[in-house]
């Protein structure tokens, strides 16, 4: 089981509505937002009901992370409760009923793959003395000029305009090299490029590798979820949550937390973990993730998934990339105002015994990124876990990929189980 040491530093962030949302609408004659989301109602009215909610300390030693935000009641509740039914556990928190957790939503699109949509936020980062990354607040409106809200929401038809939602698959990447799906009860896919799963993702259009709203995980997308997730179970240390399949370095097939009615929980029977609604983010398998690539000792980032490339475009993020592997100590964010949107590993250090559970993995002939990795594999664990040392031509049996999208068309809400 991993220690529960704080190893690095995180982000603020900070999130607001702006439009209607799925389930959303807007009083006659009134400026109120009624976004109705689970059955529950939140009114965006003025200074009415705003919330700003987040967590510090990933770079105190004493590795708790403490709530912070407007709503300081929650400073001094249990981070989250477990539940047990059967092989399941659920799991709850005081932040199930607070945006933006209450806002995530399940939905299902005309093939069958089920998604889970995160609502469109605005994100600001709070650092230590050093620039890393110490905490992170979420909030539903723009609380001061620091706040901006992430490229993992930026629409990819060029307008400069945000939807409303992004979308991650529910399940771990299925299907072929042809196309994939997040769907249940399939044998997740493996030994496919990060180039052969983008394109596989992107199937959906009309045109092959015609981007339709589809596409596979990137780094915005990923940052915004690591924060969350962090967030929500109050660690960075996310093993420490449940110690998940060390018993298998096989990919387990995809469904066996859908018997836990809730975003949260997990199988103790197949130790599959969901959390967000996301299963099995960063067990089972490393996952690929786009939007990122490397040279030798520069980090390039491309925003816009229509124009991810293993090999060229992009924003250089600002800062070198560790140029030797260890246990992840602190994270930063790009430099930039363009690549403020992802972070990375700013310095590695420690060993297993002070940062397990978290690894940067580095080689010279490194060009993309693959994230998380098996939870029997002590060198490969966690939530911000991030391998750079895999050629373009890579595919392996321990790496598979997870479909994923904005501005999805002819989607159908679900319920959340």
Known sequence: MAKNKAKMSAGKIAAMVLACIVGAGVIAGSAALIVKNKDKIITVDGNLNRTVIGF????????????????????????????????YVKVTSELDNVFPYNSIIEVQDKSGNEFVGFPKMYMAYEKNGFGYIDGVSFANYKVNDNYFISDA???????????????????????????????????????????????????YGTTKNNYNGYQQLDIAIYTVYAFLTSCYYRTDNIETVYSGNTDTEAADVTGTTDGCNSLNGWN??????????????????????????????????????????????GLNIGFARPAESGWVEYLKTGTSEYT??????????????????????YEEIGVVLEIGGYWGDT???????????????????????????????????????
Not at 59 to 78: F, H, M, P, Q
Not at 291 to 310: A, L
Request: some cysteine; hydrophobic content about 30%; charged content about 25%.
């Open 56 to 87: 510090k300390g990933m770079t105190d030693e004493s590795g708790e992370l403490t709530w912070t935000g407007d709503i300081a009641k929650y400073n001094d509740k249990e981070a989250y409760e477990t539940e047990e039914s059967g092989s």
């Open 153 to 203: 929401w930026l629409n990819p038809d060029g307008s400069g305009n945000y939807v409303e939602y992004f979308y991650m698959g529910k399940y771990e990447a299925s299907g072929s090299a042809s196309k994939i799906y997040s769907k249940v009860g399939e044998t997740p896919l493996v030994e496919v490029t990060r180039e052969g799963f983008r394109t596989a993702a992107r199937s």
């Open 268 to 313: 103790t029977s197949t130790h599959a973990v969901k959390m967000l609604g996301i299963e099995n983010f960063y067990g089972s398998l490393g996952e690929w993730c786009d939007g990122i690539y490397f040279e030798k000792d520069r980090v390039f980032y491309i925003s816009n998934p229509t124009k991810f490339s293993d090999t060229e475009g």
């Open 340 to 361: 403020q949107s992802i972070i990375f590993v700013a310095v590695i250090g420690g060993s297993a015994d002070t940062y397990e559970g978290d690894y940067y993995s």
């Open 379 to 417: 060198v490969k664990d966690g939530l911000y876990t991030l391998s750079a040392n895999h050629p373009a031509s890579g595919s392996y049996q321990g790496t598979g990929g997870r479909l994923c999208g904005r501005n999805l068309k002819d989607i159908t809400r679900m319920n959340i189980a």
